[in-house]
């Protein structure tokens, strides 16, 4: 236990010192920082909202209108179905088609082709997971009733399936529109069945985290509908498959499209902010994917001459013509935008759209006052530990004691880095698990160095003392961290927010622990002994 290698040494002090110099970054300020070559790494340790302050988002997920959603496009479908799926099919007669309630009703003309109208309904279908057993079941409940009347509703499992999937993928465009914002560590964690938590250290305005967030962004091209002249539209005689949307552009209050979208904004894979060639105004460049340039190119190819909306969130930002088909797949909006419109619109664009609409239930600014009171609180308590743990393991075993403190200040260190390293972020539960892991750093040291002082009492030489001492202990302080750190893996897991902050630095905690005391320690006590030789030892 007491012979190491060369190679041993090396990769020693090759941790140590990259621990140190991970750690170092942490007491300079950015301005510092920035003057550092780039070689070297400039990474610190992430303050939560509890430290830093910040602002703290409950929203609620609005999961009625993804149901609305999925029923009026079962509704346009149904419509399809019925006049022959564009001439693919033969059209079947039919009136009263709509939503009652949360029922789609259709009533067929004819009754000879009610049963191929109740085929064609149910191809709308679409399987969803049964959880119970295991299997797939359609999403829509097909009937027939009296005089020719069909009904269509959907399962239970298919609400609930459509609102978990809502609020997962709520979350993921939610946690890439702050990325996109360059905010540091935010907490974006679901509560409940429908409601997102979204934390955002260093952040004194949660208005503008509002403003991205809350927008669904949902982008659609449409063409327009200049079947009747918009005045009628106005006097609420809007074509069944089209929709009367506000307009960006006050000389054109209401624009008259069609309903169902020619492309949707889920085939964007880039849009950035920039500027108009000619007028030098704010616009947002945009850009498809392979499928949705060759739809884009054919929309643009067989309605030249033609208008098309740009609709986002139902609402008409742009309306241009067709002048030439567009085939490169990219394109521009442009509008009355201000530069951080523009930049605003390109965040949400490139993060996607949300699936449903997020209402605001919650939301307070955390001040940095409470967050010093913190710090200071959590410093005060952590040098009042450190102190008074390096006096006794001093006083308790001396020489060694002051062999284990150095082990213990690097230990601190070792945590410090690898939190830099990683980019976490600490919170006031992980500092008081930082502030546990040095009582467990001793507590290895205190088993090592008491099992060595058995051993002398023994009767063994001072070496062999030293050699059994640390053999022998191994076994107990590696039960007692492996138990350990699996209870930090679980609080890991099962836990959120700051748990996870303090099953963070516990887990890192120990593990340098152990490295300081079984390497380090036993490399500063076996450098000793071979160059001192002592005949006994100070314990």
């Known amino acids: 236990m007491l012979q190491f ?20 970054p942490n007491l300079f300020d950015d301005e510092d920082l920035a003057q550092w070559p780039g070689f070297l790494p400039t990474g610190k340790i992430n303050l939560g909202l509890d430290l830093q302050g910040g602002a703290h988002l409950l929203f609620e997920v609005d999961i009625d209108s993804v149901t609305k959603e999925r029923l009026d496009s079962l509704v346009d479908d149904i419509r399809i179905e019925l006049n022959g799926n564009r001439g693919e099919k033969e059209r079947i007669g039919y009136t009263n088609l709509g939503l009652v309630g949360d029922t789609t009703k ?9 049963d191929e109208a109740l085929e064609r309904i149910k191809d709308l279908s679409t399987p969803i997971s049964n959880t119970v057993f295991g299997t797939s079941v359609p999403d829509l409940v097909v009937t027939k009733g009296e005089n020719q009347l069909i009904e269509v509703q959907l399962v239970p499992e298919a609400v609930e399936e459509m609102g978990r ?35 955002v ?10 403003d991205i967030i809350g927008q669904t962004a949902k982008l659609t091209f449409h063409l327009l509908d200049t079947s009747i002249p918009i005045s009628e539209a106005m006097n609420g005689r809007v074509p069944p498959r089209s929709m009367l949307l506000p307009n960006e552009d006050p000389s054109e209050p209401f624009i008259l499209v069609f309903r169902r979208p020619e492309i949707g904004g889920e085939r964007l894979v880039n849009s950035q902010q ?3 060639g000619q007028t030098g105004q704010p616009i947002v460049s945009f850009r498809f994917d392979s499928a949705g340039a060759r739809r884009f190119a054919d929309l643009s190819r067989e309605n030249v001459g033609r208008r098309f909306a740009i609709v986002l969130d139902n609402r008409v930002i742009s309306a241009p013509v067709i002048r030439e088909p567009i085939l490169g797949g990219s394109g521009q909006i442009s509008g009355n935008f201000t530069i951080q419109s523009a930049s ?19 939301q307070r600014t955390v001040g940095p006052d409470l967050g010093a009171d913190s710090v200071a609180a959590g410093e005060i308590a952590s040098v009042i530990g450190i102190i008074a743990v390096v006096v006794f393991i001093l006083l308790t075993y ?3 004691g002051l062999f284990a403190d150095l082990a213990l200040i690097l230990n601190l260190v070792l945590v410090a880095g690898t939190l830099s390293l990683l980019g976490a972020t600490l919170t006031l539960p992980g500092i008081a698990g930082i502030v546990l892991t040095v009582g467990m750093a001793v507590d290895a040291n205190v088993l090592i160095f008491e099992r060595i002082k058995e051993e002398l009492r023994a009767g063994k030489s001072t070496i062999n003392a ?42 890192i905690g120990i593990i340098t622990s152990v490295f300081t005391a079984f390497t380090v320690t036993r490399l500063i006590v076996a450098t000793w002994l071979r160059r001192q030789r002592p005949e006994t030892l100070p314990l």
């Open 466 to 507: 030293v050699e059994s001492g640390y053999a022998r202990a191994l076994g107990t302080i590696m039960d007692a961290n492996i138990t350990t750190f699996l209870a930090a893996a679980i609080l890991f897991q099962l836990g959120s927010g700051p748990v996870k902050g303090f099953a963070v630095t516990l887990a």
């Open 344 to 362: 605003d619109l390109s965040i949400l664009l490139r993060a996607g759209a949300l699936p449903a609409p997020l209402n605001v239930i919650e």
């Open 201 to 210: 250290p260093g952040v004194g305005e949660p208005q503008r985290i509002i």
């Open 274 to 276: 920039g500027f108009d």
């Open 5 to 24: 290698e060369k190679w041993k040494v090396i990769l020693i002090l090759m941790v140590s010192g990259l621990g140190i110099l991970f750690a170092l």
């Open 165 to 199: 999937s809502a609020v997962n993928q709520s979350i993921e465009i939610v946690r890439r529109r702050i990325d996109e914002l360059g905010t540091r560590e935010p907490t974006i964690q679901r509560q409940g069945a429908d409601r997102i938590i979204v934390q």
């Open 106 to 114: 259709v009533r067929i003309i004819n009754p000879d082709n009610i």
């Open 398 to 400: 001396s020489l060694f």
